[in-house]
């Protein structure tokens, strides 16, 4: 009898401290549990603005396909910026042929004309004959600011086909800025502002894609890789929405004729003949060169080979023969080749093909 009285004693005497130290506990997560809630509630909130940007960009975004020319990819991506069916995309090689196509979210396929380009820029902007009444509205004033988030969204690598979705990534603003990039002193590789973004972007068949903001607006539009062969390095970049106005409306039109290169339109050559006795799926190997060439001046030896042309990786002969195909007498060539240990970097101007 006394020890279950010492017990019930000592049970009653512990009971209120742990009463409170639990009631402690408790009030603690609750207000835990508050000030967590708005962050909760932010993020739901967030994730449906980005579903709903994506969602709508999704509708505004197309798919171009055009000629193939050595490793350049003969795929981009677009975007519509008019109700009667202009699209900006990535200016590009591909762009030479003769059936430049265009497919639209709802997979059906048109063919595009080609209106305009802009090399200072690399933009391309294309008509095809059909309503589009799903557009970007393309803005006087920047759209975003650093540290905004963006979604980007393009047909990288050429993943999606028909009415299937482009490729989207996450990002934010890193920097606004202006940056001139070139080949050489005729090939622009980029020249004018820039959006400068932390998601990756830099992949085959992303150029001409969107970046848009969490409001669904057009940040601008995903710029072409622009690829260091001596470094290996790249940025992510995109063409601000203003930029983009300006170049649709024309009124980059009148510098960029002004820029243009003098090319001479007949077909280009520097003096080089390759190793094609293993076919033309071969090391791009110099087997000889022809004298008073463009190459015989940069003192080009048999054996040396040629790593890239005009920033372009070469990886064969075959690859090598394509690029010269877009070359013409009076452009400047910049070639990297390899001989034994050491790279060699090379500029010439190509002479009229004999």
Not at 49 to 58: K, L, P
Not at 99 to 113: E, F, I, K, Q, S
Not at 143 to 168: H, I, P, Q, Y
Request: net charge positive.
């Amino acid at each position: 009898m006394n020890t279950l009285k010492i017990d019930s004693m000592q049970t009653q005497r512990c009971l209120p401290s742990r009463c409170q130290w639990v009631n402690q506990i408790f009030v603690w997560v609750c207000y835990a549990c508050l000030a967590f809630l708005p962050v909760m509630a932010s993020a739901q909130g967030l994730n449906g603005a980005f579903e709903a940007a994506i969602t709508s960009a999704q509708q505004r975004m197309v798919k171009v396909y055009g000629a193939t020319a050595g490793q350049v990819d003969g795929y981009a991506s677009g975007i519509l910026v008019s109700k009667d069916g202009l699209v900006i995309t990535m200016q590009g090689v591909y762009l030479d042929g003769q059936n430049t196509r265009v497919v639209m979210p709802d997979g059906t396929t048109h063919t595009a004309t080609v209106l305009r380009r802009q090399r200072e820029l690399q933009l391309a902007l294309l008509k095809i004959d059909i309503a589009t009444p799903n557009f970007f509205e393309l803005s006087d004033k920047p759209v975003g600011r650093k540290g905004d988030w963006v979604l980007t969204l393009s047909n990288a690598f050429k993943v999606a086909d028909g009415v299937e979705w482009m490729s989207v990534n996450l990002g934010v603003i890193s920097l606004r800025t202006k940056m001139d990039a070139r080949l050489n002193t005729r090939d622009v590789a980029y020249s004018g502002e820039l959006v400068l973004i932390d998601a990756i972007t830099s992949n085959p068949g992303a150029g001409g894609g969107a970046v848009v903001n969490v409001d669904g607006e057009l940040v601008g539009s995903i710029g072409r890789i622009i690829n260091s062969s001596e470094t290996n390095t790249r940025i992510n970049y995109s063409v601000p929405s203003r930029i983009l106005k300006q170049f649709v409306s024309g009124d980059l039109q009148r510098i960029a004729e002004s820029t243009a290169p003098q090319s001479t339109g007949e077909p280009g050559d520097l003096g080089i003949r390759l190793f094609t006795l293993g076919g033309r799926n071969q090391p791009a190997y110099i087997d000889r060169i022809a004298r008073n060439s463009p190459a015989h001046a940069m003192k080009l030896r048999p054996d040396d080979l040629i790593i890239s042309l005009n920033g372009e990786k070469i990886g064969n002969v075959r690859e090598f023969q394509e690029m010269m195909k877009t070359i013409s007498a009076g452009d400047e060539v910049i070639m990297i080749v390899k001989r034994k240990r050491d790279l060699l970097r090379l500029t010439m101007t190509a002479s009229a093909k004999k």
